[in-house]
């Protein structure tokens, strides 16, 4: 079995890679190959160094001739670019989402088309495809049925994606997954160009020591999950067998992974409970319209059944991603929390 994942040495890449090679399977089949496309691949990527993997690295949409030199059966496709950006600069959001986007599955068709095994192509989407208004605002809770309307350039490029892969596996060129993440949180590292970026920063900077910026009102809602639980959530979705009944995938529906609701000051008021009042003070509120306007047209409220059929369930609450940052990234934390409460 040749695996693929496209955006892998970003974040959630690297973590899914790192899965697959601990396990060395996919859905109980021994993985042969693991192809771990990325336009860079820093020095610090020591998956890179494993010897199942082969690395292909520069602008996925000129690099698919050498993905798929040989037959691919399965592709993570997490390449993006991220919500603001897209809403900065449209030529380049529908370039890298929807322009790549189509010629992988167009690569993918081909493959099949001469005798290859169609590939199961497994697509990272975005609680963004989502958006209220006032002439249509958004059900709560908000499932998989639920019109998607979205607000943002980002979420309509993954709209669009979504489309196409359900078109592409209605013809049988594809067997197309859909995961659709919600907000990740705590992501390491340096802040990104995704107007969800702050959901992270506001602990992540703090817990290093370092001032951060809210730029939502507090009492705003979001719908967050840990990347342990996002990963999770994308393989999950990826090895299911189709088919109705408990632990299937029925149906062309995407999956919305499952969601923690907690609100801006929540998430605050857990900071200050884990470090402390003189960490919890490093965060400034300071609202800025164009961000809010984009990160407050997201539900916050999901029904969770057709996750909760996978086997599936939310994080248990927002002191857990916490946890779950403090225990995986200690070296990104600055501060001696020893005397901090954390219960």
Not at 313 to 330: I, Q
Request: charged share 20%; glycine share 8%.
């Amino acid at each position: 079995m040749r695996v693929v994942i496209t955006g892998a040495f970003g974040f959630l890449g690297r973590r899914l890679a790192a899965t697959l090679l601990r396990t060395r399977t996919f859905g109980g089949i021994p993985v042969e190959r693991l192809v771990l496309a990325d336009r860079a691949v820093p020095p610090d990527a020591s998956v890179a160094a494993d010897p199942l993997v082969d690395v292909v690295h520069g602008d996925l949409i000129d690099r698919l001739d050498e993905v798929f030199a040989e037959p691919v059966d399965v592709v993570f496709h997490l390449a993006a670019a991220v919500s603001a950006e897209c809403e900065a600069d449209v030529d380049l959001g529908m370039r890298v989402n929807v322009d790549t986007t189509r010629a992988l599955l167009d690569a993918a068709r081909a493959q099949a088309a001469t005798g290859g095994p169609v590939p199961r192509v497994v697509f990272s989407s975005s609680l963004a495809v989502y958006g209220s208004g006032p002439g249509l605002p958004l059900p709560s809770p908000v499932s998989e049925s639920t019109l998607p309307v979205p607000r943002s350039s980002y979420g309509t490029q993954k709209l669009i994606c979504e489309h196409l892969i359900a078109d592409y596996t209605r013809h049988g060129f594809v067997d197309g997954r859909v995961a659709r993440l919600m907000t990740v949180s705590v992501r390491p590292g340096t802040p990104n160009a995704a107007a969800s970026g702050f959901l992270s920063g506001i602990i992540r900077e703090p817990l290093a020591g370092l001032p951060a910026i809210c730029p939502v009102r507090p009492d705003l809602r979001v719908a967050l999950a840990s990347p342990r639980r996002t990963v999770q959530g994308i393989l999950r979705v990826a090895e299911a067998e189709r088919g109705a009944g408990p632990g299937r995938l029925d149906g062309p529906l995407p999956v919305n992974l499952p969601a923690l609701m907690v609100s801006v000051a929540d998430m605050l008021a857990t900071l200050r409970q884990v470090a402390g009042d003189a960490v919890a003070d490093l965060v400034t509120i300071s609202p800025d319209p164009a961000v809010e306007a984009i990160v407050a047209s997201w539900p916050a409220v999901f029904d969770h059944t057709r996750a909760a059929a996978l086997g599936l369930a939310p994080d248990p609450g927002f002191l857990s991603l916490v946890r779950d940052y403090l225990t995986d990234h200690a070296d990104a934390v600055r501060l001696d929390l020893g005397a901090a409460p954390t219960s």
